[in-house]
């Protein structure tokens, strides 16, 4: 039974918002509690029930229009209230809203269950989104690090036989650039490594060869010495020696920062460098994950009477430029199409060629942007579920504050004002959200750049600034408005005399409000429906991709580069090479060893064409193969097996019959139904004399993945090491034992041989075989666990809403049991409320996915983006998860006591 103090606390919190004086605040409250008491003490005395007489007394008095009257005056007149001397019209609603915000305060304190529910919620969805943006921002958003980046363009070559990206031959480099109007200048580049001998030690270090208008395109300037000069791209044209630019970390770590490294001599595989300038701290080109540490011109190719920049059909140069002021791209993607196209028909012989004129930015992440972006569209749906559930608490606890919402409005409150004041706590709880959302997502940050797999451009850099703290900020702002919109407009339309006789049940309005809630949990179930689906599509093709054979065994084996000094002639290359594979047969703890350049799976491929002996077409209708040089028993190291012919042994060198092994791919295509052996094909690639010999096939071998574990089988041919010599090699060595347990003993083994020569890029085969599936493995985790995480809220939200109903519809209930319904038809009740939710938000979701996972199609490998399996069993697995979380509350129901319900209010 309520007393005249309960009175008084029940009236001054509904009169908060009014900001009345003290004295009159108090004449009010102690005005109207004594009205209420007196009105309850007789209608109880009239044999009214308690619950009855309270109801009754608070309608009279919402009904009693002078008081009412009265009231609204006074809220008038404090609505229009001068501002105090000096103050201005924005001074006075600062102070309104200082006063929301303080009454918003004090109304989350009184609730912090409500309030830190909420508030984690949220936090959940604003951490996750401020971690992916973090990722996005620094690799797609943040502008490269020079001069006027929006002009840098890269110039693609395209093969038009099968519309792939290649890369540029420098004959056609010096034509593209003497003939555009459209570009400042060109620049072509490639990246690479080399041994570098100074101070008296010797390292691997990584480099980039450029063209000398590089630095001039980019607005860069050494910070010590010079740039590259035009002669510079001639080879001796620094007093005999070639000019290279250090970059500032290898001049403070390799130099000691000598501020005389100008002019000094350094070798590069044995050949004579000039040091000409040294680069300002945190220079980068091209922005990869291991940037170059130094820079040498063209002049490196240039070499030689068959020197690779004098080949046309040598295709492996970048290109790079900038546009004229005024010049878009579409217009120098214009001219540049023209120029290849006189080019193709200048040049008959040489594969028909196309180009793309593409922002550099762009070029440099569009092998990312779809993951990301995806990531990001996830992360969106997470935080929309977040604040469907949030919604859903404000619209369950408005239902406590329709008496408060009542009186502001019989006192004079417009429906704006108490829009205002419902809006000002739902941004209140989204900034607070927000706070707690950004220390989450910072940490996060953390825990996904251990996800990531490595080769994403400047993910390095990735950290917070002030791009992430404003994102933060407007997307709280953003998500306080979106899920306090409802809300608001619900309970400011509010009738005063109903929401005074209700109670919260019954009423046509608390039925709208129920389904507004069941509107947001089926929207939950759907999103998150979509986002199960994809994540499915996702693991599952991760999981296959896995169990693809490669083609080779990847295990027990130990993989290093090594790279001949430039001084070495051909036949001195091919000895080292042949000495430090012996070597390595020859270790403890080593079963085999051979060598091969390029190595499967390790990032880099060589193609080319070929002609079968007998079968002329022209030049450009030749077949493409990929090409590897391998030292003997190179098959049986790796694992390949050998089906057919014979493998390599130490007699093909370059005196003897030129031989080819092919791949069964190769064999099966070009040669069906008939035995390969003993037919003769020419690949494109030279034997060291410049000229590519006819080949007699010995062998034919498994297919290998060459370049990716999702690629499909391509034609490949190997030709013995000794009769197509490389200057550098990976070996590869198959060990007994542990394999990195060897790795000591093969680098004193290559000292024996050259103390100059260091052994680089140690890894184990299992390694490479686990980065060539490493950016599937990123997508899928993360949008696991995106997906996990909506599913969680989803059942969370149907939970409430369950929970919420079953305690709205107590009195029911209880009538139902009371009339003879068992505990299996009360189940039925409220668990079929909860599937009924569900299989909405189902059929929505997937119609949903069935439109959106089709941009998962170039993500996903070996099944499809509607496969029929998925789409059936995730349902079921939301269905299952809908069942238990209405299960809880409908277990709850059925304890209800009849008695009791049928008292209830």
């Not at 198959?734 to 052994?759: H, Q």
């Not at 809908?882 to 277990?891: E, G, H, K, M, Q």
Request: a neutral charge.
């Amino acid at each position: 039974m309520p007393e005249l103090g309960d009175w008084k606390r029940e009236i001054g919190e509904q009169l908060a918002g009014l900001r009345l004086a003290p004295v009159r605040h108090t004449e009010i409250v102690e005005e109207l509690a004594q009205h209420l008491e007196d009105r309850y003490q007789e209608l109880l005395a009239g044999g009214a029930a308690e619950s009855d007489a309270r109801r009754t007394a608070l309608e009279e008095l919402s009904g009693n229009e002078l008081l009412v009257a009265e009231l609204r005056r006074v809220e008038q007149s404090i609505n229009q209230e001068q501002p105090v001397l000096g103050a201005t019209k924005g001074s006075h609603l600062l102070q309104f809203l200082w006063r929301d915000l303080n009454y918003a305060l004090r109304m989350l304190a009184k609730n912090p269950g409500f309030t830190a529910v909420a508030v984690l919620t949220l936090a959940l969805g604003i951490g996750a989104n401020t971690a992916i943006f973090s990722m996005i921002n620094t690799v797609l958003l943040r502008p490269l690090p020079y001069s006027e980046p929006e002009r840098l363009v890269r110039v693609v070559s395209i093969r038009l036989r099968d519309g792939a990206d290649d890369n540029v031959s420098y004959p056609d480099f010096l034509d593209w650039r003497e003939r555009n109007h459209s570009f400042e200048g060109l620049a072509v580049f490639e990246t690479g490594g080399a041994t570098l001998t100074a101070t008296g030690t010797t390292q691997r270090v990584n480099l980039a060869i450029v063209s000398a208008e590089l630095f001039q395109i980019l607005r860069a300037t050494p910070s010590l010495g010079r740039s590259f000069l035009p002669d510079d791209d001639k080879s001796g044209a620094d007093g005999g020696t070639d000019a290279v630019i250090l970059s500032h970390g290898l001049w403070q770590r390799q130099f000691g920062s000598d501020p005389h490294v100008l002019g000094r001599i350094i070798h590069l595989d044995g050949q004579n460098y000039t040091v000409v300038g040294v680069m300002p701290p945190g220079f980068q080109f091209p922005i990869q994950t291991e940037s170059p540490e130094l820079w040498i011109t063209i002049a490196h190719d240039s070499a030689g009477k068959d020197a690779m920049t004098t080949q046309r059909g040598a295709h492996y140069l970048d290109v790079i430029g900038r546009l004229k002021p005024g010049v878009t791209a579409a217009r120098a993607q214009a001219e540049m199409s023209t120029i290849v196209s006189g080019l193709n028909k200048q040049y008959p012989d040489i594969f028909p060629r196309g180009t793309r004129v593409v922002p550099e930015l762009d070029k440099l992440v569009e092998d990312v942007r779809p993951a990301f972006l995806i990531l990001l569209a996830a992360v969106g749906c997470v935080l929309l579920i977040a604040c469907a559930n949030v919604a859903n608490l404000l619209l369950a606890r408005g239902t406590g504050r329709r008496r408060e919402i009542a009186i502001r409005t019989a006192l004079g409150a417009s429906r704006g004002r108490v829009i205002r004041q419902i809006l000002t706590e739902s941004i209140l709880l989204s900034f607070l959200g927000g706070v707690l959302g950004l220390c989450l997502g910072i940490a996060g940050i953390g825990l996904l750049l251990r996800l990531v797999p490595e080769g994403i451009p400047r993910l390095s850099t990735v950290g917070t600034d002030s791009r992430i703290l404003v994102f933060t900020v407007v997307l709280s702002l953003l998500t306080g408005i979106l899920f306090g919109l409802i809300p608001a407009f619900q309970f400011s339309k509010s009738d005063v005399t109903e929401s005074l006789k209700e109670g919260g049940r019954g009423s046509s309005e608390g039925v709208h409000r129920s389904r507004i809630r069941a509107v947001l949990v089926v929207g939950e179930v759907a999103v998150a429906m979509v986002l199960l689906v994809c994540a499915s599509l996702l693991i599952q093709s991760l999981l296959r991709l896995q169990k693809v054979n490669p083609g080779f065994d990847h295990r027990q084996a130990i993989t290093f580069g090594l790279q001949a000094p430039a001084t070495y002639s051909t036949a001195h290359n091919l000895e080292f090479f042949q000495q430090v594979v012996d070597a390595a047969r020859s270790s403890p703890g080593v079963r085999s060893a051979s060598a091969v350049m390029p190595l499967p799976l390790g990032g880099d491929e060589a193609d080319t064409s070929f002609s079968i002996d007998g079968r002329p077409v022209p030049k450009t209708s030749r077949p493409t193969t990929q090409f590897s040089a391998v030292e003997p028993d190179y098959f049986g190291t790796m694992g390949i097996p050998l089906v057919n012919g014979r493998d390599f042994t130490p007699r093909d060198d370059l005196k003897s019959l030129p031989v080819v092994i092919i791949n069964e791919t190769l064999a099966k295509r070009f040669f069906p139904g008939q035995n390969p052996i003993g037919q003769r094909i020419q690949p494109g690639m030279g034997n060291g004399n410049g000229y590519p010999p006819m080949r007699e096939i010995v062998g034919v071998v498994g297919d290998v993945k060459q370049s990716r574990m999702n690629d499909g089988p391509t034609p490949q041919v190997y030709v013995p090491l000794a009769q197509s010599p490389f200057s550098s090699i990976t070996v590869v060595v198959r060990s007994a034992t542990e394999p990195m347990s060897v790795v000591s003993t093969m680098r004193e083994k290559v000292a024996a041989l050259d103390k100059d020569v260091p052994i680089f890029a140690v890894k184990t085969l299992d390694e490479y075989a686990a980065e060539s599936v490493a950016q599937a493995r990123f997508n899928s985790r993360l949008l696991g666990i995106f997906a996990t995480l909506a599913l969680t809220l989803a059942v969370i939200g149907i939970y409430g809403v369950i929970s919420y109903s079953v305690t709205q519809r107590t009195h029911e209930i209880g009538v139902r049991v009371a009339l003879g319904a068992g505990v299996r038809e009360v189940l039925q009740l409220v668990v079929g409320q909860g599937l009924r939710l569900a299989c909405v938000g189902i059929g929505i979701g997937l119609a949903g996915a069935f439109l959106l996972t089709r941009l998962l199609r170039t993500m996903l490998f070996g099944i499809q983006p509607t496969d029929l399996t998925t789409f059936l069993c995730v349902p079921l697995i939301l269905f299952t998860a809908t069942f238990l979380a209405s299960y809880i509350p409908a277990r709850r129901a059925t304890k209800v006591d009849p008695l009791v319900a049928l008292r209830y209010e």
